[in-house]
């Protein structure tokens, strides 16, 4: 009896000191998951690749860390309760896996659900917290993305604590990723989770025509029109996430090009799913366009907003540090979009943090990050050409 005392007094004072490891996404996290090319077709061979791809294309160096593995790569449960990865996918099993990917300076990521069932049928962590944690921990885990299949009636909020509990009281360092599709998770999401899914699963198409009585699937323009009031919760260690990236999947050049504009003055994580193995140059270009990555990596954590739109065409603004802003213009529409812009017209006030821009007073330098040049300042109108599904994304700097 004493020892059943002593386990229970233990268990509630890890849950009440219990909280998540903080300053592990200090900027919205950079990486790569298996889903949204290759969906339940993982094995260890792919992720192997995948970690050298990510290398050797230059994706490491430009700040994508994170090699995360989604649904079915769980096998069965022994009959103690403890989780073990598919045997024949693999073999090695993922601790080494995971030394393999930590070999080569990158993070691994895994996948689980608070039901009882993930979403593509495999064991899920209900009623299995704390074992699946040490499990996670013991493999050397750094990143965990929580799916909210076959629930239930489980209530959301104390599921995804009682995981977020679970992974503090193993002492090591997991980002913990949230994926509820949004439905209000946000409001308590901070104090949980690093980032947390603010919509349904993303498509590749930038704008998908809904199916009857339904409103799946989503596109880029219909994920970007939910994030609408959301940038109030979004920061330093706590993101809202759009979903991963469906660049390089089978859209237009241009439409993967806006797609990882928006992305980054959202300040979402980049959580590319294409096929590492076999990107053309057009998609690598985007992916590894450390100017626009900037933006979404800036350290002020701030996300951007849509400040004006007329017609097909929207302008969203980002504060940046050091005085900086992001600017992107955004051509909605099927056919291209000639704009002519005055700044001295249109001042742009940020009423989250305060920020704002006064042309008449203040001059700024303008830099493409797309065209990769300086093109001149807000002294004189704004005047480009945007083609269908395309973006011009600029940075301002203060002259001082």
Known sequence: ????????????????????????????????????????????????????AMVSSGMKDAGYIYINIDDCWQGKRDSLGFIHPDPT?????????????????????????????TCGG???????????????????????????????????????????????????PIVYSICMWGNGCEVWAKEVGHLWRTTGDIHPTFDATPTKGDESPLGVLQILDKQKDLRKYAGPDHWNDPDMLEVGNGMSVNEDRAHFSMWCMLAAPLIAGNDLFNMNKETSEILLNKEAIAVDQDTLGIEGFLYSSKGDVEIWAKPLSDGDWAICFLNRGTKQEEVNYSWKQNEIIDTLTHREMNFT????????????????????????????????????KLLR
């Open 89 to 117: 996918r693999f073999p090695s099993g993922m601790k080494a896996l995971s030394d393999y990917i930590h070999s080569l300076g990158l993070k691994f990521g895994i996948y689980t659900d608070e039901g009882w069932m």
């Open 122 to 172: 495999k064991p899920g962590s209900r009623g299995h917290e704390y074992q699946d944690a040490m499990t996670y921990a013991k493999w050397g885990v750094d990143y965990l993305k929580d799916d909210y299949c076959y629930t239930d009636y489980l209530n959301p909020e104390g599921a995804y604590l009682t995981m977020r509990n679970a992974l503090y009281a193993t002492g090591r």
């Open 1 to 52: 009896m004493k020892k059943i005392i002593l386990f229970v007094t233990l268990f509630l004072s890890i849950n009440v000191n219990a909280q998540k490891f903080e300053g592990l996404a200090k900027t919205p996290p950079m990486g790569w998951n298996s889903w949204n090319r290759f969906t339940c077709n993982v094995n260890e061979k792919l992720i192997r690749e995948a970690a050298e």
């Open 361 to 396: 007073i203040e001059n700024y330098k303008i830099r493409d990050l797309w065209q990769h040049k300086e093109i001149g300042t807000t002294e004189k109108d704004f005047n480009a050409l945007i083609l269908s599904h395309d973006v011009v994304l600029l940075r301002l």
